[in-house]
């Protein structure tokens, strides 16, 4: 499966958001990662669908929205609306998360599912059929800049191992401490997707970086069984 980057805009200068969005898509961004947080399920306030909007008016390449939020249900159809492509959503605050996957799917959006750190692999066992990518979280989320967390790159391979047996080859992003130094590793345990913040917005040169970390996952990539 081919490596996707997916630099994370909620370390890009808010000022200058266009901007920054160029030089990513031109430094070889396959995907736009947004971050929204709503300040209760996640202790951060960031955006919403009107921002997620605008943004879709100037990238070209797929917006991959992240909801880190209490009710997502009661928002879907706005980020669909908002030009989402792909949508994750946090296992830990759907009961009816089957239920959720379906409606993300009936308005045409790649639906995601999201593990936060510390929860089990085991909690997709019933969906992992129906899923269309997992995002793993290897950072407690809310804030950008954190340290990866090492335990992740097992989780990353029990998830590959969850899919493959549910018949779904579904690709796996990472989400946390992506970075020059830990991109390899997560490529070797499984990754597909890689979102990356302050890796890439947080250098003197976004397009650069882009180009710089894509180049060793590329290599990772190539080494992985």
Do not use: Y
């Not at 995907?31 to 709503?38: A, G, N, R, T």
């Not at 990518?133 to 407690?140: E, H, P, Q």
Request: a negative charge; aromatic letters at 4%; hydrophobic letters at 50%.
């Amino acid at each position: 499966m081919t490596i996707r980057l997916a630099p994370s805009i909620l370390s890009a200068d808010f000022a200058n958001l266009g901007r920054d969005i160029a030089a990513v898509e031109r430094g070889g961004a396959d995907l736009i990662h947004v971050d929204v947080m709503d300040g209760h399920f996640v202790p951060n306030i960031t955006i919403g669908a009107p921002v997620v909007k605008a943004i879709k008016r100037v990238a070209t390449v797929p917006l991959d929205v992240h909801l880190m939020i209490d009710d997502p249900d009661r928002h879907l159809d706005a980020f669909a609306d908002a030009g989402a492509t792909m949508l994750s959503v946090h296992v830990e605050v759907l009961p009816h998360l089957h239920r959720t996957i379906g409606a993300m799917k009936k308005r045409g959006m790649k639906a995601g599912v999201v593990l936060n750190p510390s929860t089990p692999v085991v909690s997709l066992e019933n969906v992992a059929a129906d899923v269309d990518f997992v995002l793993v979280m290897s950072v407690n989320p809310g804030f950008g800049g954190q340290v990866f967390i090492p335990r992740s790159l097992e989780k990353l391979r029990a998830v590959r191992t969850l899919l493959t047996d549910a018949g779904n080859d579904a690709p796996i992003a990472v989400d946390g401490g992506v970075d020059l130094q830990t991109v390899a590793s997560v490529v070797q345990a499984g990754a597909d997707i890689l979102v990356a913040g302050q890796a890439i917005f947080g250098q003197s040169d976004p397009e650069e970086a882009t180009r710089n970390l894509r180049a060793i996952a590329e290599k990772a990539r190539a080494s992985r069984r």
